[in-house]
């Protein structure tokens, strides 16, 4: 997929590594970065480019403004009328969506302000979130006549059924703590050190052999949505497996001769 063409006037994302973190920037601060089609776009080139990248450990998901991600653009969607349009629309955000999921490398949200409908659905999709205490997340579809049903996807895979509906059905902000306790979040500091919170996962991640951090969550996703016998099969396969790799020889002998250990990747 190509980024879009307005990016090379203003990219819809900013993109950096340091020490193998990749930073991916939403960039439209002044209007609370919607995900319009050209923000998707740049969001799914980005991460397509990213999961090919062994050198890259971690994402993490930032965004500037005020606002983390406010959701779809309102405005976009009422200028088209046509269902193959919306219909496209959605099928690349789900698209995205999952892709967070499927890239090797964890993902985490840096989320500094309000994240609400598709905004607060890409909270729940990234593997790990860090929220400043004064964040407010939201379903708020129905304030504007539209039902949060594609956000519900991912936010019902995070919080219990009923804190979802309270959320979806209501359409009220929940506050950072709020989040924490209902465990959209894992963890909620002052402003001031949410980057530090964020880089506490990106070196412990990187501590950690690449292959194993990639296979195991790769599984995990696989077998979270099964039934049981069916999520037990995977993982029993896939701990079997991941036991006659490198790493974990390697793993295992530096536990026993207490020592670090030096892994593949």
């Not at 496209?88 to 993902?107: I, W």
């Not at 500094?112 to 659905?121: E, R, S, Y």
């Not at 009220?172 to 306790?181: H, V």
Request: net charge neutral; aromatic share 6%.
């Amino acid at each position: 997929m190509n980024a879009p063409r307005e990016a090379a006037v203003m990219p819809y994302v900013l993109s950096g590594t340091k020490d193998g973190v990749a930073t991916l920037t939403l960039n439209r601060g002044e209007r609370f970065n919607p995900l319009s089609r050209a923000m998707i776009a740049a969001l799914q080139f980005e991460v397509d480019r990213i999961a090919g990248d062994a050198s890259i450990r971690s994402v993490v998901i930032a965004a500037e403004g005020r606002g983390f991600c406010a959701g779809h653009d309102l405005k976009e969607l009422r200028a088209h009328r046509d269902i193959t349009w919306q219909q496209e629309l959605f099928g690349a955000c789900n698209a995205l969506m999952v892709s967070l999921t499927r890239v090797p490398q964890p993902v985490i949200a840096r989320v500094h302000g309000i994240a609400t409908a598709a905004g607060c659905q890409l909270v729940s999709m990234c593997d790990l979130a860090v929220a400043a205490d004064t964040a407010k997340f939201a379903l708020p579809g129905v304030n504007v006549g539209v039902f949060c049903t594609t956000p519900a996807v991912g936010v019902g895979r995070n919080v219990a059924r009923k804190r979802v509906m309270e959320m979806l059905l209501t359409g009220e902000p929940i506050d950072a703590a709020t989040a924490l306790s209902w465990g959209l979040v894992n963890r909620v500091v002052p402003a001031a050190d949410l980057d530090a919170a964020v880089a506490h996962f990106t070196r412990l991640i990187g501590e950690r052999s690449a292959p194993v951090i990639g296979e195991g969550k790769r599984a995990f996703y696989r077998q979270i949505d099964l039934g049981l016998g069916a999520a037990y099969d995977l993982a029993g396969e896939a701990m079997a497996c991941s036991l006659l790799e490198p790493d974990a020889d390697e793993g295992i002998a530096a536990f026993v001769e207490k020592r670090s250990p030096k892994w593949t990747g």
